[in-house]
């Protein structure tokens, strides 16, 4: 005959087997999600070392004086000089102590100041001014034509997600 203590005993070890089950499935979800993570700290790790190679391929002093050869008329690059180079106490005084300007912005949303309602007159006339015709269009700017020989040959790869 079975006592309703060793019923009771059945039930109790039912429940922590359950419990216990229920805990380990949450710590093997856990333990996926942390090699998830882990995966994606090394795919981003590997991407940064992609880039810096990159990034070095692409500053290489003999690559940037030949890609300025070739663009020297548009950019027309010259040697920084002495004079150019500000020490601190040249520059100019900081915003905060820039004075503050007479006029309040009440004043120029109303125009009380006489160059604000002469703009403000300017620019209603402007749009009382008839439009361009819809049918001409602007030219836009067309790049001119370089060398046929290829300027910069590097191919770098890439990191695919």
């Known amino acids: 005959m079975v006592r309703s203590f060793d019923l ?3 039930g109790v ?8 089950y229920t805990i380990k499935h949450r710590a093997e979800l856990k333990l996926e999600e942390v090699h998830r993570i882990e995966r994606e700290i090394k795919l981003e790790r590997d991407t940064i070392d992609l880039l810096r190679a990159d990034w070095a391929l692409q500053t290489q002093p003999n690559r940037l004086h030949r890609l ?3 663009y020297q008329n548009e950019l027309a690059l010259v040697p920084t000089e002495p004079t150019q180079l500000a020490l601190p106490r040249e520059l100019p005084m900081a915003k905060a102590q820039l004075p503050q300007p007479e ?3 009440e004043d120029l949303i109303a125009g009380a100041d006489s160059e604000v309602a002469a703009a403000i007159r300017g620019v209603n006339a402007a749009k009382a001014t008839p439009a361009k015709p819809k049918n001409q269009v602007p030219k836009i ?5 370089r060398g046929t020989a290829p300027v910069d040959v590097i ?3 890439s990191v695919r997600r």
């Not at 070890?13 to 216990?20: D, E, L, N, Q, S």
């Open 141 to 145: 700017p067309v790049p001119l034509k």
């Open 13 to 20: 070890m039912t429940a922590m087997a359950v419990v216990t």
């Open 68 to 70: 300025l050869n070739v």
């Open 103 to 105: 006029t309040t912005i």
């Open 155 to 157: 191919s770098t790869g």
């Open 8 to 10: 009771i005993l059945i």
